[in-house]
């Protein structure tokens, strides 16, 4: 157990729908990160967040946005939701960002679009 | 744009080595860590390397050469349970990019 929660495990939805993903980082932890994981693509970084602001993007789609809250949690909402956004997303966290900060990784939230 | 590389598959027996290679080219490096991750589970972090030189962990050791954008995660004295994907990860400028994974079958 990472100490990294995420929730819900599973979620089914429909095209068009917008969905929210939540993330509680590990005590302490301020960084969080955002990871897309499907079967063609690998694990994909999509945006870091460090005590409440953006720290770096990657490929995170227009529809896809998140926050970190002032209690370090953070939310990944999508919307708009397409097939190709069926995967796996983990979100980790990590004490500060960048250099040797080990990102701990939770459980994942795999979203079935259908 | 960043392209790491690595082997797809490798198949060992239980107690040999296997060393999974990994080639990168980046805009910038920050650091290279090695995850694995069981199938449907969240990656786990086995080692970083930010300087040149074998770090070694219990069964696990990492190679970095930064000239040559290498390095090669090295598991010794096998077991079933280490079968696995492992990820090779280069960090650039706080963004984390993996590489495909290679997914080990270690044989009895």
């Known amino acids: 157990d990472s100490g990294v929660t995420q929730t819900p495990k599973h979620l089914i939805t429909a095209t068009g729908q917008r969905v929210t993903l939540r993330c509680s980082p590990r005590?302490?932890?301020?960084?969080v990160y955002w990871y897309q994981q499907s079967l063609d693509q690998g694990l994909q970084f999509l945006i870091q967040?460090?005590?409440?602001?953006?720290?770096a993007k990657g490929n995170i789609l227009e529809r896809f946005s998140a926050q970190q809250f002032p209690d370090l949690h953070s939310e990944l909402n999508l919307s708009s939701l397409e097939l190709g956004d069926s995967a796996l997303y983990f979100c980790?966290?990590?004490?500060?960002?960048?250099?040797?900060?080990?990102?701990?990784f939770g459980p994942g939230t795999r979203l079935t679009v259908l | 744009g960043q392209n790491i590389d690595q082997p797809t598959e490798m198949t060992a027996t239980e107690g040999a080595i296997v060393q999974i290679n990994c080639t990168y080219q980046?805009?910038?490096?920050?650091?290279l860590f090695w995850y694995q991750q069981h199938a449907g589970e969240a990656p786990t972090f086995l080692s970083y390397?930010?300087?040149?030189g074998l770090e070694e962990k219990g069964r696990f050791s990492s190679f970095l050469s930064r000239s040559k954008g290498y390095s090669y995660l090295l598991l010794k004295e096998l077991q079933m349970k280490d079968s696995a994907s492992y990820l090779c990860?280069?960090?650039?400028?706080?963004?984390?990019?993996f590489g495909a994974g290679t997914t080990v079958t270690v044989r009895a």
């Open positions: 980790a966290s990590s004490l500060a960002s960048g250099g040797n900060n080990e990102q701990f």
């Open positions: 005590s302490g932890d301020l960084s």
């Open positions: 967040y460090y005590n409440g602001e953006e720290r």
């Open positions: 980046t805009s910038g490096f920050n650091g």
């Open positions: 390397n930010v300087l040149d």
């Open positions: 990860a280069v960090l650039n400028d706080y963004k984390l990019s």
